[in-house]
């Protein structure tokens, strides 16, 4: 089960209103580290082989999501893919280039899907030597949700345009796949195409748990969690980032292949009272809903 031209989920870039709070943030509390930085713009890092995982850009007030970054399996990819987004009724922002103002440098691709959503597909950018997991400490992003007001279309164009395949679909949710962790991009089944949630890959249960309390103490309480999914079967701990962006702590993300059967709403029923596997969590709440309703891809990006 996996797309024949995209491998990863590489990166986010966002626009945010105060890089210096950001770094406090992204690096004393969620515990990631500084990679790269200019001017304008602030490179955040796990302990995985990416140069990056978030891109924080300076913007304006209103926090807005750039662009999600994915990784090609192949420079031919890249070609494959660009033919493929204009028949799937996306359009090119820019044809693949190198990247040099980029830290993790390499060729890129960048379009926009039919409702505006903005993805970069990149191809030999540079890689650091992974370090042994660190407890606590994020090692890569693992899957991005984003909303969609037309899920069947969403899931179309992901599905003609990069390769990704439906492992799995809830009622409020499409879970697409690309290769071996379960989904990469879900879409959020909704009226509108923001970003759900940005989720980030803990070496273990335990630094799931002690995130939690982490970011309770510096005053960000979880908002959703602990608790186990359905699909992906991953822990999850769900917070809110001081721009409004909902940021996900997860581990044992579910490894799929071929051989995975995909099911939909009906066999993903939780029994009455769950919305996961271990029932002692209450639901996600109306301020966990309403944030992810709130960050928009940014128009001209
Ligand atoms: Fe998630």
């Avoid at 005053?219 to 999914?229: A, L």
Wanted: proline share 7%; glycine share 8%; hydrophobic share 40%.
């Amino acid at each position: 089960m996996s797309s024949p031209w995209i491998e990863s989920l590489r990166s986010v870039a966002l626009f945010v209103p105060d890089l210096a709070k950001a770094e406090d943030f992204y690096t004393r509390t969620w515990n990631l580290e500084v990679a790269h930085r200019d001017d304008d713009t602030l490179y955040l890092r796990g302990t995985g082989s990416n140069t990056y995982l978030l891109a924080l850009h300076r913007g304006g007030d209103v926090p807005q999501l750039r662009q999600v970054t994915l990784r090609a399996r192949s420079r031919a990819a890249l070609d494959a893919i660009q033919e493929r987004v204009t028949a799937a009724g996306g359009t090119i922002l820019a044809a693949p280039h190198e990247l040099s103002r980029d830290p993790a440098g390499g060729i890129g691709l960048k379009f926009k899907d039919p409702h505006g959503r903005v993805f970069q597909v990149v191809h030999d950018d540079a890689r650091r030597t992974e370090d042994a997991p660190v407890a606590d400490r994020p090692i890569r992003l693992t899957h991005v949700v984003l909303n969609s007001h037309a899920v069947d279309e969403t899931k179309a164009f992901l599905e003609q345009a990069l390769g990704f395949r439906l492992a799995d679909r809830t009622g409020i949710m499409a879970f697409m796949n690309c290769d071996s962790d379960h989904h990469t991009i879900a879409i959020g089944i909704s009226d509108n195409d923001a970003l759900n949630h940005i989720a980030f890959l803990m070496p273990d249960f335990e630094s799931v748990m002690r995130g939690g309390g982490r970011m309770k103490d510096a005053g960000f309480p979880i908002q959703w969690g602990p608790g186990r999914h359905g699909p992906g079967n991953n822990l999850f701990n769900y917070f809110i980032d001081p721009f409004g962006v909902v940021i996900e702590y997860t581990a044992e993300v579910e490894q799929v292949d071929d051989s995975y059967e995909s099911h939909g709403p009906e066999h993903w029923k939780w029994p009455p009272g769950r919305v996961d596997q271990w029932g002692i969590s209450p639901p996600p709440g109306a301020t966990l809903k309403e944030a992810q309703k709130r960050i928009f891809f940014a128009p001209n990006s």
